[in-house]
T-cell receptor, first 116, second 111 residues
Framework: DTGVSQDPRHKITKRGQNVTFRCDPI?????LYWYRQTLGQGPEFLTY????????KSRLLSDRFSAERPKGSFSTLEIQRTEQGDSAMYLC??????????????FGSGTQLSVL | GESVGLHLPTLSVQEGDNSIINCAYS??????FIWYKQESGKGPQFIID?????DKRQGQRVTVLLNKTVKHLSLQIAATQPGDSAVYFC??????????FGAGTRLFVKA
């Protein structure tokens, strides 16, 4: 299967700890997105990369959150000093997008974060 | 501001019947709309999309209708099957890079 891969699938951490998630997009996809989803809600946009450049960040993304895509392939999302409100499913999506053409997002299965 | 919402949080249909899931959007500048399906424990999966210069698009067993006058989007599923049970999200884009999702409708298919 060459879909979007996320690791780990589940993460339980104590409040105040740092966590890091990894996303491996579909290999030829140039765009990569991070979303956050809480129970019963739709995914909320966090940030977006075109190749290795981070082009947009949501105002939801506090300074405790940082994302990288150093070589334009895999990406990491780090949350520092986690809070209970950070508990959510973190979804990664990738796409092959150029200009303003229609763009299908391909999502991974997500990392479920629980902050105790 | 931008928002995408759904009329009903849950929908229950009999297997074999047609399903209609509705969605309202508020951003008149939105030019691209997408329906995603999310099964338990998985990420959203693309179903069908439509650009704002169209009012109808058909796929395999699914049809999306767009009414720009009232800013309304619907997803029709023909001959609903148990495998269609999931949460369905409408989403929109307005020329930027963000896809904005609504809250979702859970579809239950009764055997």
């Amino acid at each position: 299967d060459t879909g979007v891969s996320q690791d780990p699938r589940h993460k339980i951490t104590k409040r105040g700890q740092n966590v890091t998630f990894r996303c491996d997009p579909i290999s030829e996809h140039n765009r990569l997105y991070w979303y956050r989803q809480t129970l019963g809600q739709g995914p909320e946009f966090l940030t977006y990369f075109q190749n290795e450049a981070q082009l947009e960040k949501s105002r939801l993304l506090s300074d405790r959150f940082s994302a990288e895509r150093p070589k334009g392939s895999f990406s990491t999302l780090e949350i520092q000093r986690t809070e209970q409100g950070d508990s959510a499913m973190y979804l990664c999506a990738s796409s092959l997008g150029w200009g303003d053409l229609n763009e299908k997002l391909f999502f991974g299965s997500g990392t479920q974060l629980s902050v105790l | 501001g931008e928002s995408v919402g759904l009329h009903l949080p849950t929908l229950s249909v009999q297997e074999g019947d047609n399903s209609i899931i509705n969605c309202a959007y508020s951003n008149s500048a939105s030019d691209y709309f997408i329906w995603y399906k999310q099964e338990s424990g998985k990420g959203p999966q693309f179903i069908i999309d439509i650009r704002s210069n169209m009012d109808k698009r058909q796929g395999q067993r699914v049809t999306v209708l767009l009414n720009k006058t009232v800013k309304h989007l619907s997803l029709q599923i023909a001959a609903t099957q148990p495998g269609d049970s999931a949460v369905y999200f409408c989403a929109e884009r307005s020329g930027g890079f963000k896809t904005i999702f609504g809250a979702g409708t859970r579809l239950f298919v009764k055997a």
